[in-house]
């Protein structure tokens, strides 16, 4: 109960801060909407007793009550769309930015790799509807009680036997409810398979895929695999929809036959002179309305238990962000030095990627010395990547520490830390934006309007012919996606990834993991080339460490320190001719690609 009554005050919550007088508004008009509707009858019974006694003034009476609360209903329908067309919008920008805010503010990756927390983020934009405008179901379930209290208090004036009416529609709104609750379920169950369809589809459509899917022949392949897993997933929904409506069926059976019994009895006591005809006429219509206004009830609950499910994941969401920030905040700040004397020291570090249990890093010591140029080589799955991923703290260790200058990491703010290292990834991302800001985002206080920034960026990363090779230069828009954008070659974009790193001018550290994967050996060796004079320049200036990974082993040979890592340990490290003299795992490696380029 706790638990859903922090969901529901999240609802709140998120309305009020997009637009709390909307949301006012939003319940006003609801109630009025929904409670004009069983008062009207109030009117048809003074219409019918008046015709009945030859009572102009009752008639007149009814006649007034029926005109002003449809009136009132007709107004109250038309603001009330309005103001929640209105209110939708805001909250919709609201979320959106609220969600890039959290997703994109996690300092760790866990929840972009880890299966069960995509399929959780999965749902969240699977749900966006029902999260648009989370406060619209309270203000409909509100109005719907209002509205039913409404009703009974018109059938008790009639009869407290018929005021028992309502209690048999209430099946109808539990049918509905846990129907609800059964296809959220399947909808939680199904999340998996759903990204599944969606990736299917996008090797489809996507251009990433395109040649392969043609050369290969595989879109049949393609279509067969997703046919037969929708094929497998509506059949669980359609039975479901089976099972929702013998449910439903029969709880409606049971309200016709408490309604009939109703009208009966009314009828009766009417003959008897018990009631009116206005009664009788009173009852029928609140009947008749009762039987819509418990499907729209069993609606609004259903309506209610899909936005609560779906506020629910966002709370999970913004429990997470705020657990994963508050892990990482450090009670006592420590400050960086401006420049690096001893450099940085892992000690006794271990990994294993939550929720798995296989160790990736396991007892690795070593030392990367200030002003030094690290290189580290190793086979496919060694553990490269991920002591990369330690050192830019996208995870913390499962044991042991890094140390910069004897601080320890853990008491340095992620943020902080972040702002003194600058990175390029194998795995780059391809901003399509202006080609300036694509570059300049590697540093978002600086000017983008200066152009002499990006052309600098870019010449650091060895790559300055790529601005001539574009027809607007910087000022082009890249990417077929946009009216007017140029689309790249994976060489050119990786290129402007490289000046995206090299925009922080002053970094402590430099990390380059596969940087020019995209790119030939000769290149590769002249930007290394280039990389290594920069490093140089960086090591005299601050002590900063450039960590470089590659493949290609004569790129990695200029390292002041080369680091071999195999099974998630470091098992040799020195200079290249200290690790050739050794005659180890690096000089084993190095030979057998040297060989491939006889």
């Known amino acids: 109960m706790r638990e859903a009554l922090r969901t529901v005050a999240l609802m709140v919550q998120i309305s009020w801060r997009a637009d709390a007088v909307r949301s006012v508004f939003t319940v006003m008009t609801a109630v009025g909407q929904m409670a004009s509707l069983p008062l009207r009858a109030i009117g048809l019974k003074y219409l019918t007793d008046g015709f009945v006694r030859g009572d102009s003034q009752l008639a007149l009476r009814g006649i007034a009550i029926i005109v002003g609360l449809t009136a009132v209903h007709r107004v109250m329908l038309h603001a009330s769309l309005n103001v929640r067309m209105r209110l939708r919008e805001n909250t919709q920008l609201y979320l959106d930015t609220h969600v890039m805010d959290l997703t994109a503010g996690i300092p760790g990756l866990e929840h972009h790799e880890r299966p069960e927390y995509l399929d959780e983020v999965e749902l969240i934009r699977s749900e966006r509807g029902y999260l648009a405008n989370p406060f619209n179901p309270i203000s409909w379930t509100i109005a719907s009680i209002v509205q039913g209290v409404s009703t009974v208090a018109l059938l008790v004036g009639v009869h407290p036997v018929i005021a028992l009416l309502p209690l048999f529609g209430i099946a109808t709104a539990w049918a509905s409810g846990r129907g609800e609750s059964r296809l959220v379920a399947l909808i939680d169950s199904q999340a998996e398979d759903n990204r599944v369809l969606r990736h299917l589809y996008e090797l489809s459509t996507l251009p990433s895929s395109a040649k392969e899917v043609r050369i290969f022949g595989i879109a049949g392949e393609l279509l067969r695999r997703r046919r037969s897993l929708f094929d497998r997933l509506e059949t669980q929904r359609l039975g479901l929809a089976r099972e929702r409506i013998a449910i439903s069926t029969g709880a409606w059976l049971l309200f016709a036959a408490a309604y009939v019994a109703a009208l009966a009895f009314t009828a009766r006591a009417a003959a008897r002179g018990d009631a009116t005809i206005g009664d009788a006429v009173l009852v029928l219509t609140i009947g008749s309305q009762?039987?819509?206004?418990?499907?729209?009830?069993?609606?609004?609950?259903?309506?209610?238990?899909?936005?609560?499910?779906?506020?629910?994941?966002?709370r999970w969401l913004t429990d997470y962000a705020e657990r994963s920030t508050t892990a990482l905040t450090p009670a006592a700040p420590a400050e960086l030095p401006a420049r690096l004397t001893d450099g940085i020291r892992v000690e006794g570090v271990s990994f294993a990627y939550p929720g798995t249990g296989s160790t990736v890093l396991e007892r690795v010591d070593l030392h990367l010395p200030a002003g030094s140029t690290v290189a580290i080589v190793g086979e496919n799955g060694a553990g490269k990547t991920t002591l990369v991923k330690l050192l830019c703290r996208f995870y913390e260790p499962s044991e042991g520490r890094i140390v910069v200058d004897g601080i320890d990491l853990r008491d340095v703010p992620v943020s902080t830390w972040r702002r003194h290292i600058a990175a390029g990834f194998q795995d780059f991302a391809m901003f399509q934006l202006l080609a300036r800001e694509t570059v300049g985002l590697g540093d978002v206080d600086s000017d983008l309007s200066r152009d002499e920034a990006m052309i600098g960026a870019l010449t650091r990363a060895a790559a300055p012919e790529v601005v001539d090779q574009l027809p607007d230069r910087l000022a082009t828009q890249l990417g077929r996606e946009f009216d007017g954008g140029v689309e790249l070659s994976l060489g050119q974009w990786q290129k402007l990834a490289l000046g995206r790193a090299m925009m922080r001018e002053k970094p402590l550290l430099l990390v380059l993991d596969e940087p020019t994967a995209s790119l030939d050996a000769p290149t590769e060796h002249r930007l290394f080339d280039r990389f290594h004079t920069a490093a140089r320049d960086a090591a005299r200036e601050r002590g900063a460490i450039t960590i470089l990974i590659s493949h290609r082993f004569s790129t990695v040979r200029m390292a002041d320190?080369?680091?071999?890592?195999?099974?998630g340990r470091v098992r040799e490290a020195g200079s290249h001719r200290e690790l050739m003299s050794a005659d180890g795992l690096y000089a084993e490696l190095y030979r057998l690609q040297a060989r491939s380029y006889d």
Not at 561 to 567: F, K, N, S, T
């Open 290 to 314: 009762l039987d819509q206004q418990l499907a729209e009830l069993g609606e609004n609950v259903a309506w209610f238990v899909r936005t609560h499910r779906a506020v629910r994941r966002l």
């Open 561 to 567: 320190v080369i680091l071999v890592v195999d099974g």
